[in-house]
């Protein structure tokens, strides 16, 4: 049994804080489709479950004494967790910009569907990369990998230990850079199909003036853009997997430069 002393409630509010932070950044749980009553139930349990593990590695007499201190306190984690969603999502988020740019070249730029994680509109293709980038997740157990450094973040960086330095802001450049580099390698095969389809037509138009490329490209772009999408994902989806897998020594590096 844990005694319920003034320090010990101090102790799990900082975990909880963290983990609620946590739940709200993670790909599945963190959507604004998942009702707020969930979240939080989610966050109690987890952090009830992880509190008597790290329990040891927060040092009582550094606990803050003021409302000022502990208000900033639960402030770093809030930012601890944000990172640490924010470098899962930049890995799913590069899935979800290939499909942007393969929607845009077929001409799906007109076409939008409502995301349930954010309940906003989006690509058609956007979704769909995006949900099968989701599916790889947790087929790879990505989800595994991001429990596995939630809990060692207490470990590692301790609550009210966070320093935001120079080389955090470079690792999180970094992330983003190669999520741009991941989106183009995933969505390449496709968008050079239809460059050169868009080629064709224009050259076609420039031969034979009587040619409609208007109404003859539209259902053809489509056409070789999810004939090359779908021929695509046996390359772009082990691409994602071997990204999503080795998220776990980025993310151990991640906090120890926090």
Known sequence: ??????????????????????????????????????KAALSVVLAAVL???VRGFIRPELLPTTLLGLASVAASELAMGFVLGLSVRLVLSAAELAGHMIGYQMGFGIISVIDPQSESETSLMAEITYLAAVLVFLAVNGHHIFLRAWASSFTIVPPGALALKGGLYRLIMGDCARM????VKMGAPAIAALFFTTLAFALLARSV??????????????????????????????????????????????????
């Open 209 to 258: 003036p009587q040619f409609n490329v208007l109404v003859a490209g539209f259902p053809i772009s489509i056409a070789v853009g999810l004939i090359f999408f779908g021929l695509s994902l046996q390359l772009s989806l082990p691409l994602m997997a071997r990204e999503i897998g080795g998220m776990d020594v980025g993310l151990t590096r991640l906090l120890r430069a926090m």
């Open 51 to 53: 509190f008597p593990v």
């Open 180 to 183: 741009f580099v991941l989106s």
């Open 1 to 38: 049994m844990i005694e319920l002393s003034l320090p010990t409630i101090q102790q799990f509010l900082l975990v909880l804080t963290r983990t609620a932070a946590f739940v709200a950044m993670f790909p599945i749980f963190g959507g604004t489709g998942v009702p707020m009553q969930v």
